[in-house]
Structures are given as C-alpha cells and as structure tokens.
C-alpha cells in the first residue's frame, strides 16, 4: 500500500533556531500533500495545502514566512518552522493523496518538535 | 463550510463489551466520511470510510460505521473490543472535489479498554 515516512520523527531544538520536517511518498506520486498540526489532546487542524511546483495554500492564521513549506518534487514536501518558539511545541503530521486515486489520504508517522 | 463533532471525548469499555463513538457532521453538500484511529505518538490510520453506495461500511478490525443522512451522523461501532483497542478516535469529513481537499477532523474519543 501507500507509504509515508517523515524525518525526524523526534526532535528538540532551542528557541529562535529553525527546524526542517520531511514528508516523503515512498512508493507513489503525490501531487498534493497536506500539512497538519495536532496539540497535545486535541485534534488534528489544518495548517496548509502544499502542491508540487507550485507556492503552498495557507490557512487562516497560519503565518506562512513563519511555516515555509517545499513541495519541490512528486515525492518530497518540506515544512521549515523558523525561529522557532516554544509555542511551536506540537506534533505535526503530514499527509498525501495517490494521483489517480482521490479518495483517500495516506498519513506519515508525524514528527514530534520539542521547542526549549 | 463544514464541521464535525464527537459527542464524547472518552469512553471507557470493558473488554470484550460493545462499543459506539458516535460522530455528527455539519455540511449544505454532500459529504465523504472517515474514521481513522491514533495509537500514541503515532500518525493516523484509516479505519474505514464511506465515499457512496452502501450505508453501513465495514472497516478493518471489525469495526463498522453507518452513514445516516437524515441525522447527518456517522457512528462507529464494534461488537466486541479488545484491550488492543485501546487509542484515540476520530471522525472526518470532506467534501467536494475529493482528491484535491483536507480533511475536516472531529476533536477525537479516546476509548479506554478495561480488563
């Protein structure tokens, strides 16, 4: 089946330095690939619609030079969460859609940051 | 725009008992529902889901839902839990043009089973 790995899985950094979170589809070809934040005990919320070769859809209040997101190939999405804060605590979770087959999502692992 | 809610946050069961979250959605067009499980510090997984056709939608772990128009919900049920069960639910929707949007999260039932 579909496949979505996301690296690091964990990772703690200091406030005021810049994170960098991988979405990769192993085994398909994501045109579309959707970035989500869920806080400790809470839902998943949307934080923006990332399609390849082209700039990213935000949502509202969700501060796009804060979140730089890279969607550079079919397989590959980038989040960047600069100057960091701890606010910026949270896991986060990316998912993709299988080109050819538009009714479902394939989830990755999700990426835990710690900010300090 | 639409919305989903579930009604419970945690529902705690005895093993081998019945359980029912229950998921109530809010949309003017018609919908695609999802329910997907989190084990912890995990990502998602897609129980099951229903697109069209049938109302009732078996899933995997014998988990099954019921799509019900008329009450605008999407219960999920299973016949007898296991302890394995144990994790966090959650109910989704989206509408429209169904390979292009995000998915719409209800705000998760924890379900605790008990021995």
């Known amino acids: 089946g579909a496949v979505v790995s996301q690296h690091p899985s964990r990772v703690i950094c200091k406030s005021g330095t810049s994170v960098k979170i991988e979405c990769r589809s192993l085994?398909?070809?994501?045109?579309?690939m959707f970035w989500y934040r869920q806080f400790p005990k809470q839902s998943l919320m949307l934080m923006a619609t990332?399609?390849?070769?082209?700039?990213?859809?935000?949502e509202q209040g969700v501060e796009k030079d804060k979140f730089l997101i890279n969607h550079a190939s079919l397989t590959l999405s980038t989040l960047t969460v600069t100057s960091a804060h701890p606010e910026d605590s949270s896991f986060y979770i990316c998912?993709?859609?299988?080109?050819?087959?538009?009714?479902?999502?394939?989830f990755g692992p999700g990426t835990r940051l710690t900010v300090t | 725009a639409q919305s989903v809610t579930q009604l419970d946050s945690q529902v705690p069961v005895f093993e081998e008992a019945p359980v029912e979250l229950r998921c109530n959605y809010s949309?003017?067009?018609?919908?695609?529902l999802f329910w997907y499980v989190q084990y912890p510090n995990q990502g998602l997984q897609l129980l099951l889901k229903?697109?069209?056709?049938?109302?009732l939608v078996k899933g995997i772990n014998g988990f099954e839902a019921e799509f019900n128009k008329s009450q605008t919900s999407f219960h999920l049920r299973k016949p007898s839990v296991h302890i394995s069960d144990t994790a966090e639910y959650f109910c989704a929707v989206t509408v429209g043009d169904m390979g292009r949007r995000a998915l719409t999260f209800g705000s998760g039932t924890r379900l605790q089973v008990q021995p």
């Open positions: 990332s399609n390849e070769g082209s700039k990213a859809t935000y």
């Open positions: 949309s003017s067009v018609s919908v695609y």
């Open positions: 998912s993709a859609i299988v080109m050819g087959y538009g009714d479902e999502q394939y």
């Open positions: 085994d398909f070809q994501a045109t579309t």
């Open positions: 229903y697109l069209s056709g049938s109302t």
